[in-house]
């Protein structure tokens, strides 16, 4: 699988767009670290701390977690 991203950077009156495709096993491992993470400190009503379901962070932080990932050293 592969994870196209398309970019938009802005400076002044100066832009430039960028297709960039990433192979999805190399956003894998920092993506379960960070999930991990994000698992083990999360306080969420309803759910004890380090115990908040795996399907339930997908859902919820899936899209954030992968933003930060791809776009963090920008």
């Known amino acids: 699988m592969i994870v196209n991203e398309s970019v938009n950077f ?5 832009s430039c767009d ?3 495709k990433i ?4 956003l894998k491992k ?3 670290d960070r999930m991990r993470k ?3 400190e ?4 309803g ?4 115990q908040l379901p795996r399907w339930y962070a997908d859902r919820e932080y899936g899209e954030s977690v992968t933003n930060e ?4 050293d920008l």
């Open 10 to 14: 802005k400076k002044d009156q100066f």
């Open 18 to 20: 960028a297709k960039v």
């Open 23 to 26: 192979p999805a096993d190399k």
């Open 30 to 32: 920092p993506y379960e």
């Open 38 to 40: 994000l698992i083990a």
């Open 42 to 45: 999360a306080r969420i009503p």
């Open 47 to 50: 759910f004890r701390q380090g």
């Open 69 to 72: 990932i791809f776009y963090g």
